[in-house]
């Protein structure tokens, strides 16, 4: 009788193994399902010129798991973008578009002049924006490493 017990013992482990593998796969997030509804959400974004993506909503962020930090990138992103645009270069083709004869180009020359000075910062508010945009993942990248070392400040406090 101990042998048939011995047996199922032997067998009954790699049973129960397997079977806790199984279970520890299907509790973890989905990668691939997260990143095919990252492409989802950005399909469905109108690809019009001068348009904010949408916020995304709770059960959004939580089907994208990691990749809703990525949307909030593209988000902001966009934001600062549509705002830069809006000081400069929405003002001068107003400018411009108010010069019908050539008379025009003398009386709009000053607001052509400051509109065109707004353009010269708006490449760089551009570059900050892509900056921004490109660091804030290796800042995210680099405060989560940060929080599995042990504070540093205590070191190095002078001993009395």
């Known amino acids: 009788m101990t042998i048939t017990m011995g047996w199922r013992a032997r067998w009954l482990l790699p049973v129960l193994a397997l079977g806790m593998v199984f279970q520890l796969a299907a509790c973890g997030d989905s990668e691939a399902d997260q990143?095919?509804?990252f492409m989802t959400v950005l399909q469905s974004v109108p690809s019009?010129?001068?348009s904010v993506p949408p916020a995304l909503s709770y059960d959004q962020k939580k089907r994208l798991g990691p990749f809703a930090n990525d949307y909030a990138i593209l988000t902001t992103f966009s934001q600062q973008l549509q705002q830069?645009?809006?000081?400069?270069?929405?003002p001068l083709l107003a400018h411009v578009s108010q010069i019908r004869v050539p008379q025009d180009y003398l009386t709009q020359r000053d607001g052509v002049r400051s509109a065109v000075g707004a353009i010269n910062l708006l490449g760089q508010q551009v570059q900050a924006a892509r900056y921004n945009a490109l660091i804030t993942p290796?800042?995210?990248?680099?405060?989560?490493?940060m929080n599995g070392l042990p504070p540093l400040l205590p070191l190095l406090k002078p001993s009395l």
């Open 35 to 37: 990143r095919k509804a």
């Open 48 to 50: 019009q010129s001068g």
């Open 84 to 90: 830069s645009m809006a000081v400069s270069l929405k």
């Open 138 to 145: 290796l800042a995210t990248q680099q405060r989560d490493l």
